[in-house]
Nanobody
């Protein structure tokens, strides 16, 4: 099976920083993209940032200029550097990846989530 494991969440005061990591493991042929989503209590899960194989990145408007997504292809790991954190960033952050198992078969994998709490 394919597993995504997040780490790096925790409690931080407003204005602080955290770096989230997500490592993919299992029968992986290739990872096409990796992304971070977040879900606050009582709200839907929203896309935060995506990094593609080409290195192209996309960010939600709410985090532009504050968050940076990066990917280490050799380690099948994606990072989310979060700076200038705000209370509204509080959420469970989920790692997501488009994983190829073969040259034709793939799946969309999810991590278990890591909680980020930003206090004011």
């Amino acid at each position: 099976q394919v597993q995504l494991v997040e780490s790096g969440g925790g409690l931080v005061q407003a204005g602080g920083s955290l770096r989230l990591s997500c490592a993919a493991s299992g029968a992986i042929f290739r990872i096409n993209y990796m992304a971070w989503y977040r879900q606050a209590p009582g709200k839907q899960r929203d896309l935060v940032a995506t990094v593609f194989t080409t290195g192209s990145t996309r960010y939600a408007d709410s985090v532009k200029g504050r968050f940076t997504i990066s990917r280490d292809n050799a380690k099948n790991t994606v990072y989310l550097q979060m700076n200038s954190l705000k209370p509204e960033d509080t959420a469970v952050y989920y790692c997501n990846a488009g994983v190829l198992l073969t040259n034709t078969d793939g799946l969309n994998a999810w991590g278990q989530g890591t909680l980020v709490t930003v206090s004011s």
